[in-house]
């Protein structure tokens, strides 16, 4: 057969070369040892949390090295159905603070940078295998397909265009011409030079060596309307792309023996892989026997957590969010991170021999555990501006209410920070209000009830007290001892130890007392410290507010 002679009758549309195309993208030029990587999902519209660990892995690698990171939008097989998906891809991951260097929007010298606009550059890379016998069209319709799996279903044995089952590898050029002429449909299929019989080895990146069974398939290459599928278009992409390594999940194992053939077939250099494990989630399973079991699961597209915007909207900071997916993806991160409490994440050096080989478990207490952690760390003015952001859009009144008083928010958000041991009330913006809205009167209200032991009468003298004796210039000790005068005043101990020798000689002790104050000004039982607290509130409204208190007892 000459197979020259088969590729122009195939592809009459295709006037280059690849070697036009390998002078076009030429090797990347960056210093020995950069990484090039690669985001490449099909916009299908939802952005999954879980494209954020392959993401992390990729930018980190690339920008520690100096590489580039790239997003590639895959979009041969799902069409471009959905409007905006690349924008809101590339919004999303922003908002997480990662930067792709080349993209539909960025730009870049290896674009184009969505599959859809590369198809002439895939038929020339189809068309050069055709001419070296290394791929051929098929003209099997969808009935006799169908009509083979079966066959082969009934058989028990794998599915698939391979081995005895192939039927038109050897079409002599007369038969492909006259079914050309005759108006048949074709696809391209690759001739696999795979045995099912022998076993591929590689080395995984995060798995180590593997060893799976060789592909036998001859897989399609180009569809009948010329498309490639993500198959061969992810290879010529690479490739052109000069990408150094291959970042991905682990579904795509499997495929990864047809892959590297297919580099093989082109001669093109294989590039490093690391599948990523998939995400998992613990979920209850109920037996047999009514008893309840734990068992991992597939964080999936219906999962609470499995859309990477709505962290955002439930207010989580990306910054919280990312520090816990490197906690998960990098087992020395934890130990970094206690040594080095204020670095930014970017100084961690990613190392992909701390990346464990096994699943992610997804686990939201333990996002919210570092999530208060690292709010704990910033400063009453970070945590102002990015609440005020975050609020501007999420919730307007409280928004206002903020930046109303900008020194006075930011006072409120100070309490407690700042020292060895940072207060760590909130892990989301959206628990922010629950624990200062007290300060601002549109949000006042009383949670808690003084305890039902204590007599109201105690409680409205030590706030009648407290009144009389408050001076809003006092330092904290004076003020604190005026608490304890009014602790003595209605038969408190002044002294909790004293008390506690001795507690039927007393009413309470002096924290009874600043109990009552507290919920008498916040609301509730808990609170920041309240010397500051009043301090924030000035005279005036401590004043209305123990009176309020006072009076509806
Ligand atoms: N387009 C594939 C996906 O969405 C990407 C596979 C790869 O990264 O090679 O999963």
């Given amino acids: 057969m000459d197979y020259l002679k088969l590729a122009e009758l195939l592809f009459p549309d295709v006037d280059r070369d690849t070697d036009y195309y390998e002078a076009q993208y030429p ?258 399973v109920t037996e047999e026997d009514g008893s309840v079991k734990l068992v991992k699961k597939k964080l999936s597209k219906r999962d609470k957590g499995a859309g990477l915007t709505s962290y955002i909207s439930d207010g989580y900071a990306p910054e919280c969010v990312t520090e816990y997916v490197m906690t998960l993806l990098n087992s020395n991160f934890e130990d970094w991170r206690r040594a080095n409490p204020d670095a930014p994440l970017d100084e961690f050096k990613f190392s992909i021999k701390k990346m464990s080989a096994s699943g992610s478990l997804f686990d939201l207490k333990k996002l919210a555990d570092v999530s208060k952690n690292v709010l704990s760390r910033m400063s009453g003015e970070e945590v102002y501006r990015r609440l005020v952001n975050w609020t501007a859009e999420e919730d307007k009144e409280f928004n206002s209410l903020l930046t109303a008083d900008e020194d006075k928010s930011i006072r409120i958000l100070s309490i407690g920070r700042g020292g060895a041991k940072p207060r760590k009330d909130f892990g989301l913006y959206s628990e922010v209000k629950g624990y200062i809205g007290f300060f601002y009167d549109e949000y006042f209200e009383y949670i808690d009830d003084i305890p039902e032991n204590f007599s109201k009468d105690d409680v409205k003298k030590a706030i009648a007290l407290f009144i009389e004796s408050y001076d809003e210039n006092d330092e904290q000790s004076v003020w604190f001892d005026k608490i304890k005068a009014v602790a003595s005043a209605i038969g408190f101990s002044p002294d909790i130890k004293a008390y506690k020798a001795n507690p039927d000689a007393f009413g309470g002790h002096v924290g009874d007392v600043s109990m009552f104050l507290r919920i008498a000004v916040t609301g509730k039982m808990n609170s920041p410290d309240m010397f500051e607290v009043m301090s924030i509130l000035g005279k005036e409204k401590v004043i209305s507010r123990l009176t309020a208190f006072a009076d509806k007892l």
């Fill in 27 to 284: 090797p990347r030029n960056l210093k020995e040892g950069a990484a090039v990587t690669r985001f490449a999902p099909s916009p299908t519209g939802f952005v999954h949390f879980g494209g954020l660990f392959p993401v992390l892995v990729g930018e980190r690698l690339a920008h520690q090295s100096e590489g580039v990171f790239y997003l590639r939008i895959e979009d041969t097989d799902s069409k471009r159905e959905v409007e905006g998906a690349e924008n809101d891809i590339i919004k999303a991951f922003e908002s997480f603070g990662i930067k792709f260097d080349e993209s539909v929007v960025h730009g870049g010298n290896y674009g184009p940078y969505r599959q859809s606009d590369r198809r002439p550059i895939y038929r020339c890379y189809a068309k050069k295998l055709v001419a070296e016998g290394k791929a051929y069209p098929c003209f099997c319709t969808a009935e006799e397909l169908s009509a083979l799996r079966e066959k082969q279903e009934a058989a028990k044995v794998i599915p698939g265009y391979y081995g005895e089952y192939v039927k038109c590898r050897d079409l002599s050029y007369e038969q492909v011409e006259e079914n050309l002429n005759a108006g048949k449909p074709f696809v391209l299929r690759f001739k696999s030079f795979g045995s099912s019989e022998n076993k591929v080895k590689f080395t995984d990146l995060i798995k180590g060596t593997i060893e799976i069974t060789e592909n036998d398939i001859d897989h399609v290459l180009l569809k009948s309307d010329g498309m490639p599928t993500y198959h061969l278009a992810h290879a010529v992409d690479d490739h052109l792309m000069h990408t150094t390594h291959v970042i991905r999940g682990e579904e795509w194992l499997p495929s990864l023996p047809y892959h590297i053939q297919l580099f093989k077939a082109f001669d093109f250099k294989i590039p490093k892989y690391l599948h990523i494990s998939q995400l998992m989630k613990l979920a209850e």
